[in-house]
């Protein structure tokens, strides 16, 4: 990687390390290699939100031209939102995209994924399911998104009903998160998520 | 990859600034929009406002945009150029003519005070960024890398000592094949090296693995060995130099083996011959018994003192692997049978000589053939040359010969005219025929020093063979030569095909009178004689 790249980096991660935000643990960044290519990062869910008390893990790449591209940011961690693919974590953000600006770092970044968390923009989707059922069924959308950041992002379980419907596919003998994934795209509609997983 | 890099020239100081501007010899020649701002150990920590956000370093040649931000230059231009033109703070349009140097900034930030980037190394100088280069080129404590690409850094001080001690990629010549090896291997390879010496576990003698394999079995002088007549029952062990003084002291006993070993072979060998066969000592022996005698020791033999003479004549030699009974039936015809094979044996190589012989002979004699050859000729020739221009022909079995004839060449002398004779005899129109006698010019190598046309007289003589001199009447026709012919006229072919002479100077009929034939035989004499200005 050039060396403004790295050098950059390091001073970034630095000031990710120092900010208040990480200081109220809403942001972090690790080092995932020790060439500073690739990182780790985590965003807690924000308040008032389906996410809130999650911890949502992102794969981070450092390209060699940066800062003059943006890095390339992925949710590792499986969440439910119309921007975020809740099957690759892909992000639909214009500032990992057109609109950025060398002036962006780390921080700005994380700080902007959790204002998205906040925002959702149903209207430039990235998961198309999601951006729906957002649309159409708000109140499913909140459930779903609850119940996945209680799964996958470690928040309190604010929705057990969800639970049952879930253990009936289990025992059918569908894979969990298979079973998950089926029943969040029909709106937990048990018998339609039934016809999906096995027509 | 790239971090390494980074780490290194960190190291080195060529980068240890992040001043690569200010070195121009660094190994990573920048082009202007791949230099970031100073990355420099600063007394106290610059202003934000010295900070470029780009590369979020100290700003380098400073520039501020119309829309009041600053970038490093290089920065700033990169990013407009590679991501369209708006600010990378606040996102307003912004192209290359709005970016202006900021000299002002400039001025300050190259005040601002640092630490030399070799501070660890025990450099605490501290100075103005502006001095930088200027400290570079003296600080005692800057690291260069090494250039033998050890990867280490040392200071210029240090360095002829890091070459000669410790740098692993020095070369290092290996003491017993004086190849050059890298430090790092040396002591892997002296372990290895094919020529390293090692002493002998016996004698302590040094030798390399490759000579140590033969070496105790054929010379180490300590090596344990077998007295030479072990096979024979001398059992006695020593060290290989002993050996010697061993065999001359049990010479006795030695030869008692040799004796005891010997009969016992006899003894095996007579076992082996058929018990008819064994050759009384009273008959005469016949050659083949005598030859069976030799041939396998049959004890009647030992009465033959030359055998006794010669015990080392082994009998193995002849034994054919056959069964014992077998060889005991058929061992006369066997013994027959080998005795004529060894005959034609020898007869072949006999005959194989002798042919040799004969090839050589035959060459020798060719060679010899050739020789006489061409001493004759050159004898003729010489003789046709010391002939002064009078040449004997004896045409021999006159009757009988071709219509044409020609003589062998003359020379009128040494270096004159090269001529020969031609006569022409038609017998078929006898009685009327007649001789008709020519002489034809030769080329010669003597043609250059001559003058040509030929002019000159030619005397033709047919010689009378009477015994009696006095009554000899010889045929004497005097010519003079007449330039104008081309017979006179230097030769272009080997021979000139004009001749010059009479077509009929005398019938055959008269040359059957007197003694012009005798025995068959025609004597003709010619005389060329050049004028004397020729």
């Not at chain 1, 500073?36 to 949502?56: K, N, Q, V």
């Not at chain 1, 591209?69 to 690759?88: A, E």
């Not at chain 1, 992000?91 to 959790?114: G, K, N």
């Not at chain 2, 003589?461 to 230097?490: C, G």
Request: contains cysteine; aromatic residues 8%.
């Amino acid at each position: 990687m050039a060396n403004i790249a790295v050098a950059r980096i390091k001073r970034e991660f630095k000031e990710v390390v120092k900010s208040e935000e990480a200081a109220k643990c809403a942001i972090k960044v690790e080092l995932v290699d020790n060439n500073f290519t690739e990182l780790r990062g985590e965003i807690a869910g924000p308040p008032d939100t389906p996410y809130e008390s999650g911890t949502f893990i992102l794969e981070i790449k450092i390209p060699e031209t940066y800062p003059f591209n943006p890095p390339k940011v992925r949710f590792q961690t499986k969440i439910w939102h119309p921007n975020i693919s809740s099957v690759t974590g892909a992000i639909c953000l214009d500032i990992l995209r057109d609109q950025w600006a060398a002036a962006m770092t780390l921080r700005t970044v994380l700080l902007s994924l959790q204002a998205l968390l906040a925002a959702a923009e149903p209207d430039d989707p990235q998961d198309a399911v999601v951006a729906r059922q957002f649309k159409e069924n708000y109140e499913i959308y909140v459930k779903t998104a609850k119940h996945w950041s209680y799964k996958y992002a470690g928040a309190p379980n604010r929705t057990p009903e969800l639970d049952s419907k879930l253990k009936q596919l289990a025992d059918m003998g569908v894979d969990e998160h298979r079973a998950r994934v089926a029943l969040s795209s029909c709106d937990w509609d048990l018998a339609r998520a039934t016809e999906t997983i096995f027509s | 990859m790239a971090d390494k890099r980074k780490t290194r020239n960190d190291k080195t100081g060529e980068d240890g600034c992040s001043l690569k501007s200010d070195l121009p010899s660094s190994q990573f020649p920048s082009t202007e929009l791949e230099t970031e701002g100073y990355d420099c150990d600063f007394v106290e920590q610059f202003p934000e406002k010295f900070q470029c956000s780009i590369c979020l370093l100290c700003l380098r040649d400073p520039c501020q945009t119309s829309c009041g931000h600053r970038f490093c230059r290089s920065c700033i231009l990169r990013w407009l150029r590679s991501k369209g033109y708006r600010c990378p703070e606040d996102q307003q349009p912004l192209d290359e003519e709005s970016v202006f140097p900021d000299n002002f900034a400039k001025r300050e930030i190259e005040s601002l005070l640092i630490r030399c980037p070799f501070k660890s190394n025990g450099c605490n100088e501290e100075y103005q960024l502006r001095s930088n280069k200027v400290h570079m080129n003296v600080c005692k404590f800057r690291l260069e890398l090494c250039p033998q690409g050890c990867g280490e850094s040392v200071t210029k001080e240090n360095f002829e000592e890091h070459i000669h001690q410790t740098c692993k990629r020095h070369l290092i010549e290996c003491k017993y094949c004086l190849h050059l090896v890298e430090r790092e291997s040396i002591k892997g390879h002296i372990k290895e090296c094919p020529l390293r010496p090692y002493p002998c576990p016996l004698c302590q003698k040094l030798l390399t693995n490759e000579q140590q394999l033969r070496h105790v079995e054929t010379d180490c002088q300590k090596a344990m060995v077998f007295c030479m007549f072990h096979q024979l029952g001398c059992d006695q062990t020593m060290e290989r130099h002993e050996l010697a003084l061993h065999m001359q002291e049990s010479t006795q006993k030695h030869l008692r083996l040799l004796c005891t070993a010997t009969s016992a072979l006899q003894e095996q060998v007579h076992n082996l011959s058929p018990p008819g066969h064994s050759v009384k000592a009273s008959q005469p022996p016949s050659p083949l018994s005598k030859l069976m005698g030799l041939a396998l020791k049959s004890p009647t033999a030992a009465d033959n003192p030359e055998y006794m003479a010669k015990p080392s004549v082994s009998g193995a030699g002849l034994s054919l692997p056959l069964p014992a009974e077998a060889t005991q039936q058929f061992s006369p015809t066997v013994v027959e049978l080998n005795e004529l094979a060894r005959k034609t044996v020898r007869l072949e190589q006999e005959n194989r000589e002798m042919q040799l012989k004969v090839q050589s002979m035959s060459v020798l004699m060719a060679q010899t053939q050739a020789e006489l050859t061409s001493a004759r000729s050159q004898l003729s020739t010489l003789d046709a040359r010391c002939c002064n221009g009078t040449f004997y022909w004896q045409v021999k079995n006159f009757s009988t010969i071709n219509p044409v004839e020609h003589s062998s060449g003359f020379y009128t002398s040494y270096h004159g005219y090269k001529l020969c004779l031609r006569i022409n005899v038609s017998h078929s129109r006898a009685p009327a025929a007649t001789l008709s006698i020519f002489v034809h010019f030769l080329k010669s190598e003597n043609d250059t020093l001559l003058a040509w046309p030929f002019s000159g007289r030619i005397v033709f003589t047919i010689v009378d063979q009477d015994d009696d001199a006095a009554r000899r009447e010889n045929i004497v026709e005097p010519l003079v030569a007449d330039s104008k012919l081309e017979a006179f006229q230097r030769p272009t072919t080997r021979r000139n095909p004009k001749g010059f002479g009479f077509l009929d100077l005398v019938s055959l009929a008269c040359l059957g009178t007197r003694n012009y034939l005798l025995h068959d035989t025609l004597l003709l004499k010619v005389t060329v004689i050049p004028s004397t200005t020729a």
